[in-house]
């Protein structure tokens, strides 16, 4: 009998993987791994990411566990990193795409079309052109002029209605403002389907970005059901698929959203027999896997105060602050003031401010913020840095987001394979 893969083996049999260097990391061995990157490229004392490879395949057997009828389809423009792609294909993710690059890059990975959703409902009609050249064959919409674009240039897809959440979940970035169908619009939209020969496959919502309410997917699912009703008094081809979008962070909320839409789809749709139940999660997957590095190369003291400029800030990773309303922290570093004790345990804090690289003010990372006295060619190392951050970097000043390297490790024991 052959024994099942272990999802380490798994992961370095993935083709984007296979190639590079994975660290095994022990328990809280993620110091050592830092420490021996800068001490090895301390000519450059360039940013650098670290990708905790066990830290996504715990993700995905917590997803599994708590979410099992529910398919993920990853948000590619979360994160997309080669290395945390190709090991989400591996583990048997699906993928939610938002344009013809993003296709592109999941395509390459040799990615099967029917696992990608273009997750977009208001498409540059090039990229639907695109979608239908290569058999992507599920896409989104919320208004009459997309229904007209699709039906002129990909007349094969399988729509799904885009509807307006009716609660945000306190997300960090609510997405309602710009996307979904208002309740008056649906029947409207239905009907302007069913006029084009067209098929409505099912129903999408997004109570947005890194939201706090679980009961806003309960709220959304209702929602959902009283559209599934309106097809039906349409006498319009049944529905199949529910796609409760993303909003997903892996914290405690998690277990409270789980439970939320495991509920609400057993109260509204356990008379639905065949429904296909998916998700865009992003941040759930990407945000606690990715740890960034980066270099103190500037320093002034004035008075108490200590100001520090680092070699990435908000016009690069750190652009989250400003865009996800995300707040950083960051553990010091001290290795070339401190090599005793890089972390500096137990030493006198002082207000500090942490600039990013660009000659603009805006550019502050950190504000009376408690560190250390450090020095110039010491480390800041922030956790959780892995949803929309590089992603969404720039190259202002000549800094170059896309330059900053990711090293990978792996740091669990997780026997756990992969998604059904």
């Known amino acids: 009998m052959v024994s099942s893969p272990t999802t380490l083996q798994v992961i370095l049999g993935a083709p ?33 990411y670290v990708l905790d490879l066990g830290v996504v395949a715990s993700l ?22 080669p290395a945390l792609l190709g090991v989400m294909e591996a583990l048997g993710a699906s993928f939610d795409c938002a344009s013809r690059a993003e296709i592109e890059t999941v395509l390459s990975l040799g990615v099967s079309p029917s ?20 058999g992507v064959n599920l896409t989104t ?3 009459l002029e997309e229904i007209q674009k699709i039906q002129k240039h990909h007349p094969n897809c399988d729509l799904l209605i885009r509807i307006k959440a009716p609660d945000d979940g306190n997300a960090r970035c609510p997405l309602g403002p710009k996307y979904g169908a208002l309740p008056e619009e ?39 059901k009283s559209v599934f009703d309106a097809v039906s008094r349409l006498d319009m081809p049944r529905m199949h ?17 789980a439970n939320a839409v495991n509920s609400a789809v057993y109260e509204y749709f356990k008379n639905e027999p065949g429904l296909t139940l998916i998700a865009e999660p992003g941040r759930f997957f990407a945000e606690t896997a990715f740890t ?9 003291v004035r008075g108490e105060v200590r100001e520090y400029w680092i070699n990435d800030g908000v016009y690069g990773s750190m652009n989250c602050i400003l865009y996800d309303h995300a707040t950083v922290m960051a553990t010091p570093f001290a290795c070339s003031s401190n090599g005793g004790d890089p972390t500096c345990d137990g030493a006198k804090t002082y207000c500090s401010t942490v600039f990013g690289p660009t000659c603009d003010a805006l550019d502050t990372v950190l504000r009376d913020y408690q560190l250390p006295e450090l020095q110039v060619n010491d480390w800041l190392v922030f956790p959780n840095m892995g949803a929309y951050t590089a992603a969404a970097g720039s190259s202002f000043n000549g800094f170059n987001t896309a330059a900053i390297g990711t090293h990978l490790a792996y740091s669990n024991s997780v026997k756990f394979v992969g998604l059904n």
């Open 60 to 81: 995905v057997d917590k997803w599994t566990r708590s979410l099992p009828t529910v398919r993920p389809f990853y948000a590619v423009k979360c994160n997309p990193e």
């Open 241 to 257: 698929v529910l796609n409760i979008g993303g909003g997903f962070t892996a914290g405690p909320e998690f277990d409270d959203a």
């Open 16 to 48: 984007v993987v296979r190639e590079k260097k994975v660290t095994a990391l022990p328990k809280d061995g993620l110091d050592d791994l830092i420490r021996s990157i800068i001490f090895n490229t301390q000519q450059l004392n360039e940013p650098f």
């Open 186 to 224: 649906v029947e409207p939209l239905l009907q302007a389907v069913k006029a084009s020969g067209l098929a409505v496959a099912g129903v999408s919502f997004h109570i947005g970005s890194g939201a706090t309410n679980s009961n806003a997917y309960r709220s959304a699912i209702a929602a959902a």
């Open 115 to 134: 696992r990608i959703i273009y997750a977009n409902p208001c498409k540059p009609e090039s990229h639907i052109k695109y979608a239908a050249s290569v």
């Open 292 to 300: 960034l590095a980066t270099n103190i190369f500037g320093k002034r």
């Open 141 to 143: 919409f919320d208004s």
